[in-house]
């Protein structure tokens, strides 16, 4: 089972980034997908969080209007769109797929927001 992340990267303020996930190893479909993020020395936060379909999902305030994410269940790839990215963006990025009962994790992906 694997599930990991690409597109990480350094960008200035204003940036934008897309990262990917991708699961092989088990059935992606049936589970909820969620990004995360983590500061060293601070709690993970959510990111966001994306349904079965694609057509719930959830922000934060922190990231509304900014960040999008989507899914291909066809590819089992998840996708994470952030613009306007700023210095408190800085962060290790996890993408992780729950259903009850069974989560799988990625390796995390650094992004960096520096001028």
């Known amino acids: 089972v694997n599930f990991v992340e690409s597109g990480g990267g350094s960008v200035r303020p204003g940036g934008n980034l897309t990262l990917a996930c991708k699961a092989s190893g088990f059935t992606f479909e049936p589970y909820d997908i969620y990004w995360s993020r983590q500061v060293s020395g601070k709690e993970r936060e959510l990111v966001c969080a994306?349904?079965?379909?694609?057509?719930?999902?959830y922000f934060p305030e922190s990231v509304k209007g900014r960040f999008t994410v989507s899914r291909d269940n066809m590819k089992n790839t998840t996708y994470l769109q952030m613009n306007n990215l700023q210095f408190e963006d800085t962060a290790v990025y996890y993408c992780?797929?729950?259903?009850?009962?069974?989560?799988?994790w990625g390796q995390g992906i650094q992004v960096t927001v520096s001028s």
């Open positions: 992780s797929a729950k259903k009850p009962g069974r989560e799988y």
């Open positions: 994306i349904g079965v379909l694609g057509g719930r999902t």
